[in-house]
């Protein structure tokens, strides 16, 4: 089966924090996707990236940042959270060069005061 | 640009009825097609997918989907509905080529009654 793992069910940040979200896969995917989902608006893609050190932005990158070192690692980086943030942020990965079956881990519920 | 829409909010269905959640999509060319659920609290899974082929797809718990080219559409059908498929659905289009990109739908929330 395929594994995503997210470093944290539940976070709680304070406004101006520097803030990292980590993603794990293991079954050596080339592509990752950083997505935020709130009520009403489904899920919204941040980031993704198609291999290590690439990276496109999404439909909402602004405040966000991401790195992918390894293959199986893509981090998603908010370098001054701010209350706006508060949200649930879902990763994913694919196998291939083109568009292909998303695998998701089980998001990270992100709270900023 | 690809879109998705989901026109039901949300749905309630008693046990044992059937089911039919709507997705529209808009896409230029042949989509690649998916439909996912997620449960309270937990990530997406994925339920079925369209790439190519039969236009009705069967997917995982008993679901299945069909592949409307000339209505744009991909409605999501179960014939009776247990109370463990309540849940969030999400319609979702993709394209071919080097796009990566899954473009979601707001998806339907299924209640479902004793």
């Known amino acids: 089966d395929v594994k995503v793992t997210q470093s944290s069910r539940y976070l709680v940040k304070r406004t101006g924090e520097k803030v990292f979200l980590e993603c794990v896969q293991d079954?050596?995917?080339?592509?990752m996707f950083w997505y935020r989902q709130d009520p009403g608006l489904g899920l919204r893609l941040i980031y993704f990236?198609?291999?290590?050190?690439?990276?496109e932005k999404g439909d909402i990158p602004e405040g966000y940042s991401v790195s992918r070192e390894k293959k199986e690692r893509f981090s998603l980086i908010l370098e001054s959270a701010s209350t706006n943030q508060t949200s649930m942020y879902l990763c994913?990965?694919?196998?291939?060069?083109?568009?292909?079956?998303?695998?998701f881990g089980p998001g990270t519920r992100l709270t900023v005061l | 640009a690809q879109s998705v829409t989901q026109p039901d909010i949300h749905i309630t269905v008693s046990e044992g009825a059937s089911l039919e959640l709507r997705c529209n999509y808009s896409?230029?060319?042949?989509?690649?097609l998916f439909w996912y659920v997620q449960s309270p609290g937990q990530g997406l899974q994925l339920l079925l997918k369209?790439?190519?082929?039969?236009?009705l797809v069967q997917g995982i718990k008993g679901f299945e989907a069909e592949f409307k080219r000339s209505q744009s559409s991909f409605n999501l059908r179960k014939p009776s509905v247990h109370w463990s498929d309540a849940a969030e659905y999400f319609c979702?289009?993709?394209?071919?080529?080097?796009?990566?990109?899954?473009?979601f739908g707001k998806g339907t929330l299924l209640t479902v009654n004793p």
């Open positions: 994913a990965s694919s196998k291939g060069v083109s568009v292909g079956t998303q695998y």
């Open positions: 079954m050596d995917h080339e592509n």
């Open positions: 990236s198609y291999d290590v050190k690439m990276k």
């Open positions: 896409y230029g060319a042949t989509p690649y």
């Open positions: 369209y790439f190519s082929g039969d236009t």
């Open positions: 979702a289009v993709g394209g071919g080529g080097s796009n990566y990109k899954l473009t």
